[in-house]
């Protein structure tokens, strides 16, 4: 499993004991023990830079639609971006909501990589018209992530919206005829479409991309769609083979390592770092300056500060907040420190177990051991997300995108194939 996927990491603190002596080099022991204790600075920086998002996904994790008055300013960002450049921040992976609704996207974008910071987005596509990918094709430390649930319209537009398959194709489509080198098909697997990952692989493949594929949480939106969605044990198996397989050309992120279990050699069978990054390698800042320890846990339990408040701003977060601090202690995983495969899968998801109601020292919900499933079984609380920005759109799938009016749509009157933002400047 593929936890970080940049070749530049920024400079780590080493454990006391652990520093070099001078007339030996450092003993630099697991990686994963190394990132336990926490790095200078995130390896994958989440920066969700707006809600506005012209889809609504049945799963999304934060829950996107409408835009939060309190958004931060153009200028505040780019203040952001001067810090991450200072603290040696690789790059940034920026998404949302859909980010290139905002009017600034492009003009922080070029600021980013002005100031040697690189610019990983996220997009479901609607934005790619011909010229803006000739505009990508041109820059070398821009990444571009297309999000697509189905290899087929029927499966994806299910649970993004109907056009959306077409939408991400198309886009795909222009990368690709204006020679961008290397986009990313981003795909949250679901119990739909684990059947279709040859096929995604297939699509990939023909246009020049890589597939990334990530887990379904049960966070955001995805909480009341999570037990109708998530994969089925034997399709966790499924996919569990098809990684072993083919996992060395597929990137993963962080998001599989409770299928670790599954290795009957004691290790994961499965490439890269299997490790939960929150508070360590990795967290995320979300439109109005808020930092969460983790993409996938944005909930008051899970926040560490808010940059525009903090004295010091994110690096005083990062490397100094008590839950960023708390996390990089050693973690109490319970009775799974008792199970065979416990250095493989760590215990599981923190997100996944507590958007689930299951307690964070306990397996993850969708452990492959069945440890979870009595869990879930049983009686409880499910926490109640403290941010929501939807447009009151039913949570079902076959959700269909409002269409009108500014309130409900943040691009109300713009067209897909346009270039120019929407018909209001106060949604957007």
């Avoid at 649970?159 to 020679?179: C, I, K, T």
């Avoid at 040859?198 to 949480?217: M, N, P, Q, S, V």
């Avoid at 098809?242 to 490439?271: I, K, R």
Wanted: glycine residues 10%.
């Amino acid at each position: 499993m593929t936890t970080v996927e940049s070749p530049v990491m920024p400079s780590m603190t080493p454990p006391l004991g652990l520093e070099p002596q001078p007339t030996s080099p450092p003993k630099v022991g697991r990686l994963v023990d190394q990132f336990e204790k926490g790095l200078d600075a995130p390896i994958c920086l989440t920066w969700e830079l707006t809600y506005a998002c012209n889809l609504s996904c049945v799963h999304c994790l934060s829950s996107s639609g409408k835009r939060d008055p309190r958004e931060l300013s153009t200028e505040q960002c780019k203040a952001i971006i001067d810090e991450l450049q200072r603290m040696q921040v690789f790059y940034v992976n920026i998404g949302g909501g859909e980010p290139t609704v905002r009017p600034d996207f492009w003009e922080l974008v070029d600021y980013a990589t002005d100031h040697q910071v690189g610019v990983k987005f996220s997009t479901n596509g609607l934005r790619i018209t011909p010229d803006v990918a000739d505009r990508l094709a041109a820059s070398d430390y821009v990444d571009v992530q297309i999000s697509l649930d189905g290899a087929t319209a029927e499966v994806n537009d299910a649970v993004r919206g109907p056009g959306s398959f077409d939408m991400a194709v198309r886009a795909l489509e222009n990368l690709s005829n204006a020679g961008f080198a290397d986009a990313k098909i981003s795909v949250v697997m679901t119990r739909e479409n684990v059947s279709q990952l040859d096929e995604f692989k297939a699509l990939a493949d023909k246009y020049g991309a890589t597939l990334r594929i990530t887990r379904l949480r049960p966070s955001g939106r995805g909480a009341d769609v999570w037990d109708d969605l998530h994969p089925l044990p034997e399709q966790q198996r499924e996919l569990y083979d098809w990684l072993v397989a083919h996992g060395d050309n597929v990137l993963t992120g962080d998001s599989f390592f409770h299928l670790a279990a599954f290795s009957e050699s004691g290790g994961s069978g499965l490439p890269g770092l299997n490790l939960c990054g929150a508070g360590r390698v990795v967290c995320l800042i979300d439109p109005i300056g808020d930092v969460y320890a983790c993409p996938f846990a944005i909930h008051e339990n899970f926040l560490a500060g808010n940059i525009t408040t903090t004295e010091g701003g994110f690096q005083e977060i990062w490397q100094r907040s008590d839950l960023f601090t708390e996390l990089r202690e050693p973690q109490n995983a319970g009775a799974c420190t008792k199970c065979q495969h416990f250095d493989a899968c760590r215990g599981g998801c923190m997100a996944a177990k507590f958007f689930t109601g299951l307690p964070l020292a306990g397996p993850d919900p969708e452990c492959v051991q069945g440890f979870g499933e009595e869990l879930l079984a049983g009686d409880r609380s499910k926490p109640t997300a403290n941010k929501d920005h939807s447009r009151g759109v039913p949570l079902t799938l076959m959700t269909r995108p409002p269409s009108r009016d500014c309130d409900e749509n943040p691009l109300a009157g713009f067209a897909p194939t346009a270039a120019s933002g929407c018909s209001s400047t106060n949604c957007c």
